[in-house]
Each structure stands twice: as structure tokens, then as C-alpha cells.
């Protein structure tokens, strides 16, 4: 199949499994394609595939991946006051890293607003359908949300990072508490020590709870910090710890902090 062949044959799927999008006319635009194929995987319920779908599927974003370039953390270089930490701005989904950290809501099966641009969104539709289900099991056999401040891991499946690790920050709508830094901080160490014990050399970690959960910026990156140094300066088999940052100001927030 080319990739405009599977691009259909995955849209032709989705959309005859849903009594809702049934019947529901493919646009003929390549970029129209691809975001509605985005919008059908970020609303489908979490439950298995053929073989053949995830076939395609896996071939689909392979080749998607190859488009968009992926970047080796181990070829970014560390910032000049520690050799163990980098920080590097660009797509998370694109780093070639043992793990890297996702953002992720209490429900942990994934952003469900379609094409939304929050990085569980993204990492969920460059992981496959998999994950939404892998996460559905685990959340499933835990019988209760994600508490604030803990981790789960999962494989990465189409990502380049063999595993994601899902955690979820505290929400500020207040003046900001102690035990909202030591939430934040709990993320930091929580997603660490289970990198460890699955035995990652490199991790590269978002900026937990700073977009739509609103936690400040500059104190969320002083925790990220101050958080990651201290585990580091502990034996473990974490060697490196990659800060990856969105936006100019969260880069200018770190190197600020970092050198």
C-alpha cells in the first residue's frame, strides 16, 4: 500500500465502525484526510483492532514518523552546568529516548477533544489506538482515576520512545499552595523512580500542569529542577534527563535556570 492507500483504507475502517460517522464522506484533500483520520482515532472508544487494521495502522504512522524526522536525545547537547541534563524545544513524539513523560488527565486514556493540541492529544495519536486501550486496562484493574502526583507506564508503540510515562499534575484554579508544588514535584519523582525500576537510561520530561492546568511557569520549572537534580545525585540507571520545552518562553525559563 502507498501511504495515500492506507491513509483511506484506516478512515474507510474507523468511520464503518461508528453508527454515527457511518456513511460519513472522506475529503479528497491529503491534509483534510489526515485530520479527520486524527479527530476518528482521538474519539474512538478504548477497544481492540483486527490485525489487519493495526497493520496498516502501525505502517501508517511509521511512515508518518519518517515525514516528520525524529531527533536522538542522546545528540542534544547538555546544558553547560551539567553534563546529564539537555534541554531541547520541538515535538516530543518525534524524541528517541527510553521515556519520555506525558501530561495526561485523571481518566489516563487520552485527550478526547478532537485534533486538540495538549501533548496527551499528540502523544496518543502518535502512539496508535493501543495506547488508549492499554491505558483503559490499566486504569481498569487500578478501579479508580489517576491520584495527583503518581505515574503508570505503558510501551510507546509508534512513538520512537520505548515508553511513555503518564502522570497527572495538580490543577491550579487558586492561589498557589505548598501541597500544589509538592504534587508537582511528586509528578517529577514518580515518573524518575519508575523509569528506574524499568531500568531507562534517558528521560525526557514535558512541562507537567502548565498549560490548561495553569500551574506558573517559572515556579513549575524551579521544581522540575530542583526535583530531577536531587534524584540524580542518587544511584539509578536514569544517566540523562531531557527538558523538553514548547514554547520560547518555557526554553528562555530553563536556560535561565540551567545556563
Not at 10 to 24: C, F, I, P, V
Not at 36 to 55: C, H, I, Y
Request: overall charge negative; glycine content about 4%.
Amino acid at each position: 500500500m502507498t501511504q495515500d492507500e492506507r491513509r483511506l483504507y484506516l478512515l474507510e475502517r474507523l468511520l464503518a465502525e461508528s453508527a454515527q460517522y457511518k456513511g460519513m464522506e472522506i475529503p479528497a484533500d491529503r491534509e483534510e484526510q489526515r485530520r479527520l483520520l486524527r479527530s476518528l482515532m482521538n474519539v474512538r472508544p478504548a477497544m481492540p483492532v483486527t490485525e489487519a487494521f493495526q497493520k496498516v495502522q502501525d505502517e501508517y504512522l511509521s511512515e508518518r514518523l519518517a515525514e516528520r524526522g525524529i531527533v536522538d536525545a542522546a545528540s542534544l547537547p547538555a546544558v553547560p552546568s551539567n553534563p546529564r541534563l539537555a534541554i531541547w524545544r520541538g515535538d516530543i513524539t518525534a524524541l528517541k529516548v527510553d521515556a519520555i513523560v506525558n501530561a495526561a488527565n485523571s481518566r489516563m486514556e487520552g485527550c478526547w477533544q478532537p485534533c486538540h493540541a495538549c501533548i496527551d492529544n499528540c502523544i496518543h495519536t502518535f502512539a496508535g489506538v493501543q495506547l488508549r486501550l492499554r491505558c483503559h486496562e490499566l486504569m481498569t484493574a487500578q478501579g479508580h482515576e489517576e491520584p495527583t502526583g503518581q505515574a503508570k507506564l505503558t510501551p510507546g508503540y509508534n512513538l520512537p520512545a520505548k515508553y511513555v510515562l503518564h502522570t497527572v499534575g495538580p490543577i491550579i484554579d487558586h492561589p498557589l499552595t505548598e501541597q500544589d508544588c509538592a504534587l508537582l514535584a511528586s509528578c517529577y519523582l514518580s515518573c524518575l523512580k519508575l523509569a528506574a525500576q524499568n531500568s531507562c537510561r534517558a528521560v525526557a520530561f514535558c512541562c507537567i500542569s502548565t498549560g490548561v492546568f495553569r500551574f506558573p511557569q517559572d515556579k513549575a520549572a524551579e521544581l522540575a529542577v530542583q526535583t530531577v537534580k536531587e534524584f540524580l545525585n542518587e544511584p539509578s540507571s536514569i544517566e540523562r534527563v531531557v527538558f523538553n520545552v514548547f514554547n520560547p518562553a518555557d526554553e528562555r525559563i530553563y536556560r535561565g535556570l540551567l545556563g
